[in-house]
Structures are given as structure tokens and as C-alpha cells.
């Protein structure tokens, strides 16, 4: 019976080696077209030191109208 996630090997699903450091998937409204990406994600904005960003995760809920 298998209890928990495979963890046989070093690799992580969807993350690939780049040289000296790792890429994750991209998420874009080709792969992703219910999550609206272009309209719905921004970035955090260009900092330099000594700046601060605070940035906050809002998480939608949508339920019955």
C-alpha cells in the first residue's frame, strides 16, 4: 500500500534543470485558460535595496449565485 508521494527519485514534476538552477512550468491562458492569466496576474513591481513589498495572495471563492 502506498502511503505517501514518490520519492524515489530527486525530481520534481514539471520542474526542469537549467543548467546551475531549475525553471518551473509558466502558467499562460494556453495552459491555463480558466484561471484568465493575462487579466488576472500582475507582478511584483521593479524594487531596489531597500525597498519593501508587501504583497498579498487574494484567493477568490466563487459559490452557487
Do not use: Y
Not at 17 to 30: A, L, Q, T, Y
Amino acid at each position: 500500500m502506498k502511503t505517501g508521494p514518490d520519492v524515489s527519485h530527486p525530481d520534481f514534476p514539471g520542474i526542469l534543470r537549467k543548467g546551475d538552477h531549475f525553471v518551473g512550468p509558466r502558467i499562460n491562458d494556453e495552459s491555463h485558460p480558466h484561471l484568465q492569466v493575462s487579466a488576472s496576474m500582475v507582478s511584483v513591481p521593479h524594487v531596489k535595496p531597500g525597498d519593501m513589498v508587501f504583497w498579498h495572495c487574494v484567493r477568490f471563492l466563487f459559490g452557487p449565485a
